[in-house]
């Protein structure tokens, strides 16, 4: 379950960054802790931009090989997409989940692997409405440009994660949501 506990929305000035655009409001909540299931590869965010990296593949395993048929226990029909294991930051490799949600004590069938995101504070970042692709890897390119201590309190690079619930359900006009864990 998310929390707000800030109503009023965190707006971020990025005066000083190379774009020189104001960012748009995140919020502060708090999540208790969840299990997610799914499929992992390992990469970074210079692979991914270069056309070698694991992602997009991952998500082709999730709909050619009916992953999500495959979790059982699911706590929802949401699919989660988890950063996790870091290197060091943005710039370092980090572990990529991609699977659900599942109820507590459920273990991974054969080929998935299971991870916990801990309970805490995240900053809530909530795409605009467009091509999945195109939404998505905007909402990353804001999040980097936020320094590391103003969304709300210092990143922290632990467990990091998309949720894709109903209004991503048209991959041509989907909004979704980054949570990006925070002290």
């Not at 960012?23 to 970074?44: L, M, Q």
């Not at 990296?53 to 029909?77: F, M, Y």
């Not at 690079?157 to 949720?163: N, T």
Request: aromatic share 10%; hydrophobic share 40%.
């Amino acid at each position: 379950m998310i929390r707000t506990l800030v109503v009023a929305e965190i707006a971020f000035v990025a005066g000083s960054f190379v774009s020189g655009q104001t960012h748009p409001a995140a919020k502060i909540v708090s999540a208790d802790a969840f299990d997610v299931i799914g499929i992992k590869c390992r990469t970074n965010n210079a692979n991914e931009a270069s056309g070698k990296g694991c992602i997009g593949q991952q998500w082709e395993r999730l709909v050619s090989e009916g992953v999500l048929r495959k979790i059982p226990s699911r706590a929802d029909n949401n699919i989660v997409a988890v950063y996790t294991d870091y290197a060091s930051d943005k710039d370092g490799d980090y572990t990529y989940i991609l699977g659900a949600k599942v109820k507590p004590g459920t273990t991974a069938p054969f080929g998935m692997v299971k991870t916990t995101v801990k309970a805490g504070r995240f900053a809530l970042f909530t795409s605009e409405k467009g091509p999945v692709q195109q939404v998505v890897a905007a909402n990353w390119k804001r999040i980097w440009e936020v320094p590391k201590s103003q969304p709300g309190g210092d990143r922290l690079y632990e467990s990091d994660f998309e949720l894709y619930d109903e209004r991503a359900a048209d991959p041509k006009n989907a909004e979704m949501d980054i949570f990006i864990r925070i002290r």
